[in-house]
């Protein structure tokens, strides 16, 4: 495994497991693996507060988690190809939860 894998899989671990949020942070990784989604988005198809997905968009921006892309119709935010490479690592956390 390498540094960077290694790396995302604390990364992981500490915002599903050991952070409040865990279960909302695990959910919208679930759909950020299937496609993008902007804070709007999310909130209403996990029925949380546009607030709650925006404070944990930006937790996973600075994990290096998620990439912010922002374009004239919106900022949109999708998994990094180091997240897309952990996915397995992701299930496993999941069911710890």
């Not at 988005?41 to 922002?70: C, G, R, W």
Request: hydrophobic letters at 35%; charged letters at 30%.
């Amino acid at each position: 495994m390498t540094g960077e894998n290694e790396q995302t899989n604390r990364h992981l671990e500490h915002i599903i497991l050991q952070k409040k949020g865990g279960k909302t942070t695990a959910r919208m990784i679930e759909l950020l693996l299937v496609r993008p989604y902007n804070s709007n988005q999310i909130a209403k198809t996990l029925n949380i507060s546009y607030n709650t997905a925006y404070y944990h968009f930006q937790i996973m921006v600075k994990l290096d988690l998620v990439e912010k892309v922002e374009t004239k119709y919106g900022t949109y935010y999708s998994a990094k190809e180091n997240l897309i490479k952990a996915k397995d690592k992701f299930e496993e956390i999941k069911k710890l939860i």
